[in-house]
T-cell receptor, first 114, second 112 residues
Framework: ETGVTQTPRHLVMGMTNKKSLKCEQH?????MYWYKQSAKKPLELMFV???????ENNSVPSRFSPECPNSSHLFLHLHTLQPEDSALYLC?????????????FGEGSRLTVL | DQQVKQNSPSLSVQEGRISILNCDYT??????FLWYKKYPAEGPTFLIS?????DKNEDGRFTVFLNKSAKHLSLHIVPSQPGDSAVYFC???????????FGAGTILRVKS
């Protein structure tokens, strides 16, 4: 239990569906992140939120839409995805400039796009 | 352009021996380096870190070495145990506690 909870753990969707991934952190951190892990590739940073403000969008296609309503919750809205978007999506949180310095990860949401 | 590289996709070691995992980076602005461990169907968990002002950090069986001039770091696990079998990711950051850039990972298998 890392204090970062992701739901759902598994999601299968068609290319025309709209779905959302949810992340919640119970650690009092001020930054939250979405990473994508594809097979045999590095974890790719997608989005960064510091104090609810998006500070980075790492050239992510617009079919991925993040939302951070408060410093404890982060969403990733998905629409008209492609099969190559199938991957493990990981949420993480941290204390920027302080704390223990590391990012705490959730267990991930395994997404399959048919 | 990968800023953090783990050139060995996998490593197999006998139980009780030393495991050495290597990582190279290209961005000289990185100031903080971490190792994460990942089991299947779980998120990465933090293992050990080192800041650029040090060249070694030790925590139990795990030691991380940093060679800034070579832009190289390594993780040593001694002695290796079967439970250490996992994927190990090297990561780097320019700011303490801020976004991490990851390598592709090395699969470690410790044989009993």
């Amino acid at each position: 239990e890392t204090g970062v909870t992701q739901t759902p753990r598994h999601l299968v969707m068609g290319m025309t569906n709209k779905k959302s991934l949810k992340c919640e952190q119970h650690l009092g951190h001020n930054a939250m992140y979405w990473y994508k892990q594809s097979a045999k590739k590095p974890l790719e940073l997608m989005f960064v939120y510091n104090f609810k403000e998006q500070t980075e969008n790492n050239s992510v296609p617009s079919r991925f839409s993040p939302e951070c309503p408060n410093s404890s919750h982060l969403f990733l809205h998905l629409h008209t995805l492609q099969p190559e978007d199938s991957a493990l999506y990981l949420c993480a949180s941290s204390v920027v400039g302080g704390g223990t310095g590391e990012l705490f990860f959730g267990e991930g949401s395994r997404l399959t796009v048919l | 352009d990968q800023q953090v590289k783990q050139n060995s996709p996998s490593l197999s070691v006998q139980e009780g021996r030393i495991s050495i995992l290597n990582c190279d980076y290209t961005n000289s602005m990185f100031d903080y380096f971490l190792w994460y461990k990942k089991y299947p169907a779980e998120g990465p968990t933090f293992l050990i870190s080192i800041s650029s002002i040090k060249d070694k950090n030790e925590d139990g069986r795990f030691t991380v070495f940093l060679n800034k001039s070579a832009k190289h770091l390594s993780l040593h696990i001694v002695p290796s145990q079967p439970g250490d079998s996992a994927v190990y990711f090297c990561a780097a950051s320019m700011e303490y506690g801020n976004k991490l850039v990851f390598g592709a990972g090395t699969i470690l298998r410790v044989k009993s």
